[in-house]
């Protein structure tokens, strides 16, 4: 489904990323780990097509972003989305939420979901659906952004980043702002989404336990540097390198 190799990047003479190499199989979580600073952002944004990458390539369902532009660059960005830390980056304040879910369905008219397929004339509908699949009352429809707790906020942002059914939803620290309980409930409610929807997570976290809760695999990003890659279930193991059993000792402190 994805496939990364040997990507680089800088900006200006700022070494961000350095032959990084990953792939992800279709309906898998990858858990990206690694100290502020060390480019999981950055390959996020690379993925998503924001920004061009120097040297390497990155193969999304087939596509290379790099190589495509206009209207077959728009319709090959569909199949990836993200939800960031802070939700309030993705809500419009002066959209009421309904409007906010659906609007990555209104930039690409043309796609239906399958479980959205039965109310393809109503957009409000759709927006109900999408509600109830994160968990959230059809009463908050026409609330706005500021009218929602942080944790209902969280939620509106995944319900709008799993209305086009794309291929993989990324995660930038999206329960960080969180306290613990709600963590828990967002992290149980993906894990329903990704059997439900069979959406791949590349999952990106400065908690190591959240990492191996929700994924099968983990890669370690040191200094734009991937220095580890391995299954969860593998993360105490002895043939770890040095630098994840650092950040596992950090978090056991
Ligand atoms: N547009 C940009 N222009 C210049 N430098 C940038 C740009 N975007 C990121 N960088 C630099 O790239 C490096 C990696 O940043 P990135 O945001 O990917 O880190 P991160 O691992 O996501 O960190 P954090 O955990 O704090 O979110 C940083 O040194 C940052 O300053
Ligand atoms: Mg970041």
């Known amino acids: 489904m994805l496939e990364v190799k040997k990507v680089s990047k800088s900006y200006r003479s700022n070494t961000v990323l350095t032959d990084v190499s990953f792939h992800m199989q279709q309906g898998e979580c990858l858990g990206l780990i690694g100290e502020s600073g060390s480019g999981k952002s950055t390959i996020a944004k690379l993925i998503l097509g924001l920004d061009q990458y120097d040297s390497g390539q990155i193969i999304l369902n087939n596509f290379d972003f790099n190589q495509?532009?206009?209207?077959?660059?728009?319709?090959?960005?569909?199949?990836?989305?993200?939800?960031?830390?802070?939700?309030?980056?993705?809500?419009?304040?002066?959209?009421?939420?309904?409007?906010?879910?659906?609007?990555?369905?209104?930039?690409?008219?043309?796609?239906?979901?399958?479980?959205?397929?039965?109310?393809?004339?109503?957009?409000?509908?759709?927006?109900?659906?999408?509600?109830?699949?994160?968990?959230?009352?059809?009463?908050?429809?026409?609330?706005?952004?500021?009218?929602l707790s942080g944790g209902q906020r969280q939620r509106v942002a995944i319900a709008r980043g799993i209305s086009l059914q794309p291929s993989l939803l990324i995660c930038d620290e999206l329960t960080s702002s969180l306290d613990v309980s709600i963590q828990a409930q967002i992290l149980n409610l993906l894990k329903e989404l990704k059997s439900e929807v069979n959406i791949s997570y590349l999952f990106i976290s400065h908690d190591i336990a959240t990492v191996q809760y929700m994924c099968e695999r983990i890669a370690v990003l040191k200094e734009g540097m991937l220095v580890d890659l391995f299954s969860s279930k593998d993360l105490f193991s002895e043939n770890r390198h040095p630098y994840t059993e650092k950040l596992v000792e950090a978090a056991l402190e």
């Open 68 to 147: 495509l532009k206009g209207r077959e660059l728009r319709k090959a960005r569909r199949h990836v989305q993200i939800v960031f830390q802070d939700p309030s980056a993705s809500l419009n304040p002066k959209l009421p939420i309904w409007k906010s879910v659906i609007e990555p369905l209104e930039n690409y008219p043309e796609v239906i979901p399958a479980f959205l397929k039965e109310v393809r004339k109503d957009r409000r509908k759709m927006a109900e659906i999408l509600l109830e699949k994160v968990g959230l009352h059809s009463s908050l429809l026409d609330r706005y952004p500021h009218q």
